[in-house]
């Protein structure tokens, strides 16, 4: 196993899936042509060394993804790591050393910086709100609003930021939604119905009134998600579960709001912002010595 598949996969990261993913950025980003800029102005046999450097503080996440993009566009590209993913960093310093032939490095720049600056935005947003709600005993869970084909890699940022995963797919975990009870006729119905046909799944029940909350504590639900609850609402559905089950506050949660929200006792804040409105850390790659 070489360096970067112990990297990928020490993040938790499949590496045949990550090595997939950036021959598919990298074709759309050459669309079945060359590199024209860089054929036209670098020399074939032209070397050098380039770093990747933070222009903003932030948190750091994709470092090994970004050295696989590097790698797969020539064998003789080496990356090294100066910083760790989950790392706070800040604006100047050096995270990524790129050395080898210099327009294969130029070719995956942009790819390559793309998902770093991406990533690192996920994660330094939920670092932000996991500082928010410090010492509560609240936990920040991301969503499954995630780009498509990019989920895997987001929810590895969210956990560089220090929050926690909640579920990768509609296959590994069953989440009751109002449009389920509104089919099954009932919170009761919809819990029975998905016990019944997955009876050794995870399964939350999404709960808009306390009334809800009460009726999935009965059908014997363990994780409870209310939706839309203000901040004494989410209190009073602490008191009525009374540790009977996990609660998570979801909708309409903003950093302003986060430990007023945390501090009602609930177990998680479901923030979908994490993934779908994370502004990217500005990280830049200069060329700083070629011969």
Same mark, same amino acid.
């Given at each position: 196993?070489?360096?970067?598949?112990?990297?990928?996969?020490?993040?938790?990261?499949?590496?045949?899936?990550?090595?997939?993913?950036?021959?598919?950025?990298?074709?759309?980003?050459?669309?079945?042509? #060359?590199?024209?800029?860089?054929?036209?102005?670098?020399?074939?046999? $032209?070397?050098?060394?380039?770093?990747?450097?933070?222009?903003?503080?932030?948190?750091?996440?994709?470092?090994?993804?970004?050295?696989?993009?590097?790698?797969?566009?020539?064998?003789?590209?080496?990356? /090294?790591?100066? %910083?760790?993913?989950?790392?706070?960093?800040?604006?100047?310093?050096?995270?990524?050393?790129?050395?080898?032939?210099?327009?294969?490095?130029?070719?995956?720049?942009?790819?390559?910086?793309?998902?770093?600056?991406?990533?690192?935005?996920?994660?330094?947003?939920?670092?932000?709100?996991?500082?928010?709600?410090?010492?509560?005993?609240?936990?920040?869970?991301? /969503?499954?609003?995630?780009?498509?084909?990019?989920?895997?890699?987001?929810?590895?940022?969210?956990?560089?930021?220090?929050?926690?995963?909640?579920?990768?797919?509609?296959?590994?975990?069953?989440?009751?939604?109002? #449009?389920?009870?509104?089919?099954?006729?009932?919170?009761?119905?919809?819990?029975? %119905?998905?016990?019944?046909? %997955?009876?050794?799944?995870?399964?939350?029940?999404?709960?808009? /009134?306390?009334?809800?909350?009460? $009726?999935?504590?009965?059908?014997?639900?363990?994780?409870?998600?209310?939706? #839309?609850?203000?901040?004494?609402?989410?209190?009073?559905?602490?008191?009525?579960?009374?540790?009977?089950?996990?609660?998570?506050?979801?909708?309409?949660?903003?950093?302003?709001?986060?430990?007023?929200?945390? $501090?009602?006792?609930?177990?998680?804040?479901?923030?979908?912002?994490?993934?779908?409105?994370?502004?990217?850390?500005?990280?830049?790659?200069?060329?700083?010595?070629?011969?």
């Amino acid at each position: 196993m070489t360096n970067l598949q112990q990297d990928l996969t020490a993040a938790g990261l499949d590496p045949d899936a990550v090595r997939s993913f950036v021959a598919a950025a990298l074709a759309e980003d050459l669309a079945g042509g #060359n590199d024209v800029t860089t054929a036209a102005t670098v020399p074939p046999a $032209e070397r050098g060394r380039a770093d990747l450097v933070a222009r903003a503080p932030g948190v750091v996440a994709g470092l090994p993804v970004a050295a696989a993009v590097f790698s797969a566009t020539s064998p003789d590209v080496q990356c /090294t790591p100066l %910083a760790a993913d989950g790392e706070e960093v800040h604006g100047g310093q050096r995270l990524l050393t790129v050395s080898g032939p210099v327009g294969p490095i130029l070719t995956a720049e942009r790819t390559a910086l793309n998902l770093l600056c991406h990533l690192s935005g996920v994660a330094t947003l939920t670092r932000r709100w996991v500082n928010a709600v410090d010492g509560t005993g609240a936990s920040i869970r991301d /969503t499954r609003k995630t780009l498509p084909g990019l989920r895997a890699l987001e929810k590895y940022a969210v956990r560089c930021g220090g929050g926690v995963n909640h579920r990768m797919s509609l296959s590994d975990a069953a989440l009751i939604k109002d #449009n389920h009870v509104a089919a099954a006729g009932s919170v009761g119905a919809a819990f029975a %119905a998905v016990r019944s046909t %997955a009876p050794g799944l995870p399964l939350e029940v999404e709960c808009d /009134t306390l009334d809800q909350v009460a $009726e999935a504590l009965t059908a014997g639900a363990d994780l409870i998600l209310l939706d #839309n609850f203000d901040v004494p609402e989410l209190a009073a559905a602490v008191r009525l579960a009374d540790g009977r089950a996990l609660l998570e506050a979801s909708g309409g949660l903003v950093l302003a709001n986060a430990r007023s929200v945390a $501090e009602t006792g609930v177990d998680y804040l479901a923030v979908g912002a994490l993934t779908h409105s994370a502004p990217a850390l500005d990280i830049g790659l200069d060329l700083v010595d070629a011969s």
